[in-house]
Nanobody
Framework: QVQLVESGGGLVQPGGSLRLSCAASGSISSINSMNWYRQAPGKQREFVAGITTGGPANYADSVKGRFTISRDNVKNTVYLEMSSLKPEDTAVFYC?????????????????????????WGRGTQVTVSS
């Protein structure tokens, strides 16, 4: 099975920095894009940053100049370096990946076909910016 596991969240003071990581594992042939989303209390989940294989990174306007996304294609891991954090950055951060399946497998009633791309999400990591 394919799994995404985030780490690196926590409590940080305004102006501080954090580094999030998300490692993908399981039956992976390749990963097209890896992205970070976030969801603040009472708000919808929103795009934060994304990066494709060898392509440019994209950022939400609210984080441009403060956040940097990068990926290690060998480790199937994406990172989000966050600096100059603000209280309004407080949210649960979710990793998303567009994964091309290696060996096919069943998960419940769904069969993941080899060579096809599917969306996967991590369970999220809490980032709290507060003094």
């Amino acid at each position: 099975q394919v799994q995404l596991v985030e780490s690196g969240g926590g409590l940080v003071q305004p102006g501080g920095s954090l580094r999030l990581s998300c490692a993908a594992s399981g039956s992976i042939s390749s990963i097209n894009s890896m992205n970070w989303y976030r969801q603040a209390p009472g708000k919808q989940r929103e795009f934060v940053a994304g990066i494709t294989t060898g392509g440019p990174a994209n950022y939400a306007d609210s984080v441009k100049g403060r956040f940097t996304i990068s990926r290690d294609n060998v480790k199937n891991t994406v990172y989000l370096e966050m600096s100059s954090l603000k209280p309004e950055d407080t949210a649960v951060f979710y990793c998303h990946a567009d994964v091309v399946i290696g060996d096919g497998y069943w998960r419940g009633s769904q069969y993941f076909l080899p060579g096809y791309a599917y969306d996967f999400w991590g369970r999220g990591t809490q980032v709290t910016v507060s003094s």
